[in-house]
């Protein structure tokens, strides 16, 4: 399996629409913006037939330090889930 640096997906779309390498990267780098900014506000971004980027709060627990079995409270946080749509499902083969 190998991976597909932001590079690569700048140069594939760059070639796909016949255009500048420059202005494919701030075109990617303007919609990624706003999709972390957008999903930062609680918002909820879909693409569609890709996925959407839902925001979500974590739960706080406690859990066990393995070396000393002492109780540790973790804290809530805020993540980040992303749920692929069918058809992009389909397409991984998932």
Do not use: C
Request: charged share 30%.
């Amino acid at each position: 399996m190998s991976r597909v640096s932001l590079d690569d997906v700048v140069r594939a779309v760059a070639d796909a629409q016949d255009m500048s390498l420059a202005t494919t990267k701030a075109v990617l780098d303007t919609a990624f913006g706003y999709i972390k900014s957008s999903v930062a506000a609680g918002d909820q971004v879909s693409v569609t037939k890709f996925g959407a980027f839902v925001p979500m709060r974590s739960k706080a627990y406690t859990a066990r330090n393995p070396k000393t079995g002492e109780p540790v409270k973790v804290p809530s946080k805020d993540r980040v889930r992303f749920r692929a749509f069918e058809d992009f499902k389909s397409k991984v083969g998932r």
